[in-house]
Every structure is written in structure tokens, then in C-alpha cells.
Nanobody
Framework: QVQLVQSGGGSVQAGGSLRLSCLAS????????LGWFRQADGKEREVVAA????????YYADSVKGRFVISQGNAKNTVSLQMNSLEPEDTAMYYC??????????????????????WGQGTQVTVSS
């Protein structure tokens, strides 16, 4: 059984940093995408960042480029999101997600939450001004 368990998050003032981690069990992280998404109150879930485990390519939403860094742990079954220079607009529930192993990487829309198959439980990030 595949499980994604998140840790980290919390509350911070604007300009501060937080780190989120996601540990996968029952799953081989190989040639698939790992992503971080967020959902603010009253808004749709949106992508934050994603990483391709087959080659380490990283992808970011424009709103977080230069501030957030997604990385995969040495054990390959963890993915982290380092969030720096946090802004009140970053306040949301954050979710990690994993796709199935991909045969056709070129057609995978890394930003589309409907294409991810497994989800973490969510963790709240609150940034105060």
C-alpha cells in the first residue's frame, strides 16, 4: 500500500523560511514525478513545484521561482520543499503527490493535479505579515 506522509510546515512571519518533507512507503520512486501542491481557502489546488525522479529535472510555478527549492533525498523515497522569503500569499494547505511510473514523459503535464495518483495528508503553512 502506497503512503505519503508529510512533515514540517507551521507558522512564520513574512520573509521567513519553512521546510516541508514527504516520505513515501510502499512505492518505488523511479521514473515518475513528485510534486508539491497547495490549496488556499476558497481557491483551487495549484502546483508549487515538481521533480522528475528519472533525471532530477525540476519545475516551478512562476509565483515561487527563486524562493522555493524542491529536492529528492538520497534515499530517493523522500521529497522536500524548502520555502524561503515566504509571503502572506503563500498561506495554504500544502500537499505532496506522486505519479505512477511514466512510459511517456513528454506528455505528462507536471502542473496538473489530476495526473498524480498518490497524495499526502496535507500540512498547513501560514505566513503572517
Amino acid at each position: 500500500q502506497v503512503q505519503l506522509v508529510q512533515s514540517g510546515g507551521g507558522s512564520v512571519q513574512a520573509g521567513g523560511s519553512l521546510r516541508l518533507s514527504c516520505l513515501a512507503s510502499g512505492y518505488i520512486m523511479s521514473r515518475n514525478f513528485l510534486g508539491w501542491f497547495r490549496q488556499a481557502d476558497g481557491k483551487e489546488r495549484e502546483v508549487v513545484a515538481a521533480i522528475y525522479t528519472g533525471g532530477g529535472g525540476t519545475y516551478y510555478a512562476d509565483s515561487v521561482k527563486g524562493r522555493f527549492v524542491i529536492s529528492q533525498g538520497n534515499a530517493k523515497n523522500t521529497v522536500s520543499l524548502q520555502m524561503n522569503s515566504l509571503e502572506p500569499e503563500d498561506t495554504a494547505m500544502y500537499y505532496c503527490a506522486a505519479s505512477h511510473i511514466l512510459r511517456d514523459l513528454s506528455s505528462f503535464r507536471w502542473y496538473d493535479p489530476t495526473l498524480y495518483n498518490y497524495w499526502g495528508q496535507g500540512t498547513q503553512v501560514t505566513v503572517s505579515s
